[in-house]
């Protein structure tokens, strides 16, 4: 979402979208009002005055935003997820953290291509299964072990294989078990993990098929405090606003097949400069 957008957003909640609030009221604007001066302010900036964020509407709010934004949400101000890249990973890293809890047991074995050799005592050593591996010629057909606590040992290569990895290269996505998984890559072994080999792992699929687009706000720092510029050359800007949100409509509404490649945008279009100064 762009700046002016998630200024929209917030500039369009009216105090009789919010239950129940206290917050004083610009009558003549039909909006929030800073208590210091009266003037009219957006929901998230009456938020961050109100509950002592802020002292005034003249105070930036800076780092503060994303707490702000998330109070005037709570109170029931229709605003959409404020959703910045520090979440993202933070909820990748969740994700990872609930792949590792996966183990072989958790897999479904008839879905497997690689062939089980061995099972229990007659694999000698700590290992309770062997594989055969489908993704290579293995001469003692079991150089995969799979140990009591479900861990997926490749002899070969000498690591051990996690769940989405192991997919990736039993199903073929990947050819060795070294490959990079990434990007879309990790995306369809996972989403095979979870569908084919019924891994007990949450949805989801950031990059195909029927979504939600979560708007990605940019930083606190970045929404307020940038209306004072001079030099902006309105035409471009709106251009390049225009431009970008169509790449990002695009990628949402495509439906993507098992072969398409992935239509996450991974670049912008490139624009002209549009700022030539900014006072702070």
Request: hydrophobic share 35%; glycine share 6%.
């Amino acid at each position: 979402m762009s700046v002016k957008r998630a200024w929209d957003a917030a500039g369009r909640v009216s105090p009789s979208d919010v239950d129940d609030h206290e917050f004083p009221v610009n009558d003549d604007a039909g909006s929030f009002a800073c208590p210091c001066c009266g003037e009219p302010v957006d929901v998230v900036r009456a938020v961050a005055i109100n509950t002592g964020l802020v002292d005034s509407c003249e105070e930036s709010l800076d780092e503060t935003y994303p707490t702000a934004y998330d109070r005037a949400r709570s109170l029931g101000a229709p605003l959409p997820e404020y959703y910045t890249t520090t979440d993202a990973i933070a909820r990748f890293d969740a994700l990872l953290d609930v792949i590792g809890e996966v183990t072989f047991w958790d897999l479904d074995t008839d879905a497997l291509d690689s062939e089980v050799t061995g099972t229990d005592d007659d694999v000698s050593g700590d290992a309770v299964r062997t594989l055969n591996p489908s993704w290579r010629e293995s001469e003692s057909e079991a150089s995969v072990l799979v140990f009591p606590s479900g861990t997926i040992w490749d002899a070969d290569t000498e690591r051990v294989l996690d769940a989405v990895r192991f997919v990736a290269v039993d199903s073929g996505l990947i050819e060795d078990p070294t490959a990079p998984v990434e990007g879309a890559t990790f995306t369809e072994a996972y989403r095979r993990c979870r569908n084919h080999y019924a891994a007990p792992l949450p949805h989801w699929n950031p990059a195909g098929g029927d979504r939600t687009v979560t708007p990605d706000l940019p930083d606190g720092r970045d929404l307020v405090d940038t209306r004072e510029v001079d030099g902006v050359n309105i035409d471009r800007l709106e251009d390049a606003r225009e431009r970008v949100e169509s790449v990002f409509q695009d990628a949402a509404t495509i439906d993507k097949g098992d072969s398409d490649p992935d239509p996450t945008p991974s670049s912008l279009p490139h624009s002209r400069r549009l700022v030539r100064r900014q006072r702070r």
